[in-house]
């Protein structure tokens, strides 16, 4: 029977992985091979992204620094050997956040804040 052997804390993000063509990039003003922080015109590309029914292939990784070493360790460790944790907002992205990290072994205590959204990436690639 394992046992957890390895705790990590830290501020998750639901990282959203979307091929998308040029009109796309222009429509939100932003350019190939770039990175950027979203401004407050960038905030509809996740839900378009996910509410769409355009996009054929939609990545979701469960992401942040912290969480994405812990994933790793849990690759290379034995099952239920590592436990993450950090703040989600109550919102459909926590929810794709808890399954992304299930998916990959990871078990997740997050703490659920009511006034602060579910932190998220866009990757978009063209």
Known sequence: MSSVILVGFGNPLLDISVTVDQ???????LKPNDAILADPK??????EILD????KKIDLVAGGACQNTMRGAQWLLPKDSTVYCGCVGKDKNAELLRNAAAA?????????????PTGRC???IN
């Open 23 to 29: 009109e796309f990039l222009n429509k939100y003003d």
């Open 42 to 47: 960038h905030a509809p590309i996740y839900a």
């Open 52 to 55: 769409s029914e355009k996009f």
């Open 104 to 116: 990959d072994g990871l078990k997740t205590v997050y703490l659920e804040d009511d006034s602060t």
């Open 122 to 124: 866009a990757v978009l």
